[in-house]
């Protein structure tokens, strides 16, 4: 369906894609099937290239469904 809505003609001005969005933020917040579980308490706790590589999956796994933004928090703050 995301290609179908590409495809549709659009005036020359307006060249660039639709965005199509999800809040796709893992651990128990997951909205589309293939991204990556880890939740934020998990990143945190194993460091910032374990977090940037979580963010590089779920980008890849949303590009490959059509879907160019993600809502989810770029900081999020553990509760006890």
Same mark, same amino acid.
């Given at each position: 369906? #995301?290609?179908?809505?590409?495809? #549709? ?10 965005? #199509? ?45 059509? #879907? ?13």
């Amino acid at each position: 369906m #995301i290609a179908q809505l590409q495809a #549709i003609p659009r005036p020359l001005h307006l060249r660039d894609p639709l965005l #199509i969005m999800v809040d796709q933020e893992g651990g128990q917040v997951k909205r589309v099937s293939g991204a990556p579980n880890s939740s934020a308490r998990q990143m945190g706790a194993r460091g910032a290239a374990y977090s940037r590589e979580q963010g590089r999956l779920t980008a890849r796994n949303l590009r490959g469904l059509g #879907i160019n933004v993600d809502l989810a928090p770029v900081l999020d703050v553990a509760r006890p």
